[in-house]
């Protein structure tokens, strides 16, 4: 049975096929961070290591790495509805396949697949969006569909805590079954195809050295912290990607249908806006990434909790993109872009000073300001960016930006680890070598540590060991506490970084010029 499409008047279309791909968008968005509380359920349930159940994550990141420069040529040759109709079939089944996986090699397996349908989802669905809103739209637009990127990652950690709390880890696979049908039901219903270009031949030498280039660097980044950056295996990666990336951009500045059109970096605003969406992402990400760490390896949070702690900021940041958008549209997006920079900073700064004396109520509060700049930033930038690239060119330039983003996210994460686990190194032997075991303060906090174990019924020997137990416990749990505080002065000079870049933006016209002005070409003609 063949289900008819609806007639959908064209002043409504636009804002259909908006809604329409913000859930499969906010779907395959909240499946990159909603996996994490899970993975130590997983490694119980399928009786694994850390290293083993690590790649559940790498293969669903790998894989869309890989595949999401490939966006722009499907979409051009396919067009977007049919690829977004298959991107999200693809991403439910796969869904439903992680839901049954028995162990560990085959949860890898359905995760792979999961990620062919993930990976293209995204990028597909801000192409319509961006091809079917005027520029003069495309701030209020852009916002709307921002939520699933700014909201989902904060969700994540919280839905798939009360999930796996209530019920299994398998729930949060389930859930987007019936999701993905409905998304994909509506989609089929509404959505109308672009224009094809059947002519473009695929790049295969451009998309092998492309694949080869970001498998490297992804796994590079995400396996430096385990096998060490100076290892043989990390510097091959990195030696293996740098040559393919080099060979992969002297192929595409030499084809007329190149696999990524990397002229649009010609253009200010286009490369500028990218490398800025690559430092907000990191930023972004790296807060994801530590403040759950700190609460719960440090303050004893559950994940569950620490998701509650997260929400608010998502909420927030939500809610603030179509007010961002409105306000960009009356003055301009890089004083907007400019405004929530500093408002990254200021958010940032307050988390290099967290100790044990940190209470949620003030991380909350932070994470709220924060999330002031992520509301304003995250899509306003990419609208700025995109303000100057032809309509045709829409789903190459989208294939750039979110590979740009899905790399910022392995090279936050990897700097950060790395800045983790060295600092903690350095302050280990800072802190004990101010200590001296003869000093008569040691001695008096050793009798006096003695003394409460002897008080509980403890030998005087077993007394002594606990004693210096529990000193250890609370040096290794400061040199802790001072690496997580190092970690965030490297987001704080990535504050100042995207404050530096958003200055140096060309300012784009604002909406009402921009609708003067198509008015008076239609008129003169």
Same mark, same amino acid.
């Given at each position: 049975?063949?289900?008819?499409?609806?007639?959908?008047?064209?002043?409504?279309?636009?804002?259909?096929?908006?809604?329409?791909?913000?859930?499969?968008?906010?779907?395959?968005?909240?499946?990159?961070?909603?996996?994490?509380?899970?993975?130590?359920?997983?490694?119980?349930?399928?009786?694994?290591?850390?290293?083993?159940?690590?790649?559940?994550?790498?293969?669903?990141?790998?894989?869309?790495?890989?595949?999401?420069?490939?966006?722009?040529?499907?979409?051009?040759?396919?067009?977007?509805?049919?690829?977004?109709?298959?991107?999200?079939?693809?991403?439910?089944?796969?869904?439903?396949?992680?839901?049954?996986?028995?162990?560990?090699?085959?949860?890898?397996?359905?995760?792979?697949?999961?990620?062919?349908?993930?990976?293209?989802?995204?990028?597909?669905?801000?192409?319509?969006?961006?091809?079917?809103?005027?520029?003069?739209?495309?701030?209020?637009?852009?916002?709307?569909?921002?939520?699933?990127?700014?909201?989902?990652?904060?969700?994540?950690?919280?839905?798939?805590?009360?999930?796996?709390?209530?019920?299994?880890?398998?729930?949060?696979?389930?859930?987007?079954?019936? /999701?993905? @049908? $409905?998304?994909?039901? =509506? &989609?089929? !219903? %509404? #959505?109308?195809?672009?224009?094809?270009?059947?002519?473009?031949?695929?790049?295969?030498?451009?998309?092998?050295?492309?694949?080869?280039?970001?498998?490297?660097?992804?796994?590079?980044?995400?396996?430096?912290?385990?096998?060490?950056?100076?290892?043989?295996?990390? /510097?091959? @990666? $990195?030696?293996?990607? =740098? &040559?393919? !990336? %080099? #060979?992969?951009?002297?192929?595409?500045?030499?084809?007329?249908?190149?696999?990524?059109?990397?002229?649009?970096?010609?253009?200010?605003?286009?490369?500028?806006?990218?490398?800025?969406?690559?430092?907000?992402?990191?930023?972004?990400?790296?807060?994801?990434?530590? /403040?759950? @760490?700190?609460?719960?390896?440090?303050?004893?949070? %559950?994940?569950?909790?620490?998701?509650?702690?997260?929400?608010?900021?998502?909420?927030?940041?939500?809610?603030?993109?179509?007010?961002?958008?409105?306000?960009?549209?009356?003055?301009?997006?890089?004083?907007?872009?400019?405004?929530?920079?500093?408002?990254?900073?200021?958010?940032?700064?307050?988390?290099?000073?967290?100790?044990?004396? %940190?209470?949620?109520?003030?991380?909350?509060?932070?994470?709220?300001?924060?999330?002031?700049?992520?509301?304003?930033?995250?899509?306003?930038?990419?609208?700025?960016?995109?303000?100057?690239?032809?309509?045709?060119?829409?789903?190459?330039?989208?294939?750039?930006?979110?590979?740009?983003?899905?790399?910022?996210?392995?090279?936050?994460?990897?700097?950060?680890?790395?800045?983790?686990?060295?600092?903690?190194?350095?302050?280990?032997?800072?802190?004990?070598?101010?200590?001296?075991?003869?000093?008569?303060?040691?001695?008096?906090?050793?009798?006096?540590?003695?003394?409460?174990?002897?008080?509980?019924?403890?030998?005087?020997?077993?007394?002594?060991?606990?004693?210096?137990?529990?000193?250890?416990?609370?040096?290794?749990?400061?040199?802790?506490?001072?690496?997580?505080?190092?970690?965030?002065?490297?987001?704080?000079?990535?504050?100042?970084?995207?404050?530096?870049?958003?200055?140096?933006?060309?300012?784009?016209?604002?909406?009402?010029?921009?609708?003067?002005?198509?008015?008076?070409?239609?008129?003169?003609?």
């Amino acid at each position: 049975m063949i289900i008819p499409r609806l007639t959908i008047k064209k002043e409504i279309y636009k804002w259909v096929a908006l809604g329409v791909t913000l859930i499969g968008g906010f779907m395959s968005t909240l499946d990159t961070s909603i996996i994490n509380v899970a993975v130590p359920k997983m490694m119980a349930a399928f009786a694994v290591g850390t290293e083993d159940a690590q790649w559940i994550l790498t293969a669903y990141m790998l894989t869309m790495g890989v595949l999401q420069p490939t966006s722009g040529y499907l979409c051009n040759s396919f067009g977007t509805r049919r690829m977004y109709l298959l991107s999200l079939f693809v991403f439910t089944v796969g869904s439903l396949l992680c839901s049954l996986a028995w162990n560990n090699n085959s949860m890898i397996v359905f995760r792979v697949i999961q990620a062919l349908g993930g990976g293209l989802i995204l990028p597909i669905s801000m192409s319509i969006v961006l091809q079917e809103f005027a520029p003069a739209e495309r701030n209020l637009a852009m916002g709307i569909w921002g939520i699933c990127v700014a909201v989902a990652p904060a969700i994540g950690p919280t839905l798939g805590g009360y999930l796996i709390d209530e019920w299994s880890w398998h729930y949060i696979f389930t859930l987007n079954v019936p /999701i993905g @049908l $409905l998304g994909y039901l =509506l &989609a089929h !219903l %509404t #959505l109308k195809e672009s224009p094809i270009r059947p002519d473009v031949k695929f790049d295969f030498a451009g998309f092998s050295f492309c694949a080869a280039g970001l498998f490297c660097l992804l796994l590079a980044l995400s396996k430096g912290v385990d096998k060490g950056w100076d290892s043989f295996y990390i /510097i091959s @990666l $990195l030696y293996m990607a =740098l &040559a393919s !990336l %080099t #060979l992969f951009v002297l192929i595409e500045l030499n084809r007329n249908d190149p696999l990524l059109d990397l002229s649009l970096f010609r253009d200010w605003n286009f490369t500028l806006g990218n490398l800025f969406s690559f430092i907000n992402y990191t930023i972004l990400l790296g807060s994801l990434f530590l /403040i759950p @760490l700190f609460f719960q390896n440090i303050l004893g949070y %559950t994940a569950y909790e620490t998701g509650l702690l997260l929400l608010p900021a998502g909420l927030v940041s939500g809610a603030l993109m179509p007010v961002a958008a409105k306000i960009a549209d009356k003055i301009g997006t890089k004083p907007v872009v400019m405004i929530a920079s500093i408002f990254a900073l200021g958010g940032t700064f307050p988390l290099m000073f967290l100790d044990l004396d %940190t209470s949620p109520g003030y991380v909350l509060s932070i994470q709220i300001f924060r999330g002031v700049f992520v509301g304003s930033s995250i899509i306003t930038v990419t609208v700025l960016s995109m303000s100057r690239v032809p309509r045709e060119k829409i789903s190459q330039a989208s294939a750039i930006n979110n590979t740009v983003r899905q790399v910022s996210g392995s090279f936050g994460l990897a700097v950060l680890s790395t800045v983790l686990q060295n600092r903690q190194i350095y302050h280990l032997d800072h802190i004990a070598s101010h200590i001296n075991i003869a000093s008569k303060s040691t001695q008096d906090l050793i009798t006096y540590g003695k003394h409460l174990f002897m008080q509980q019924g403890c030998t005087e020997v077993l007394a002594h060991q606990q004693t210096l137990m529990l000193i250890n416990g609370f040096v290794q749990k400061q040199t802790t506490i001072f690496s997580f505080d190092d970690a965030f002065w490297v987001l704080g000079i990535f504050a100042v970084l995207c404050l530096l870049l958003s200055c140096l933006l060309k300012p784009a016209p604002v909406a009402k010029k921009q609708i003067l002005k198509h008015v008076k070409n239609v008129s003169d003609t």
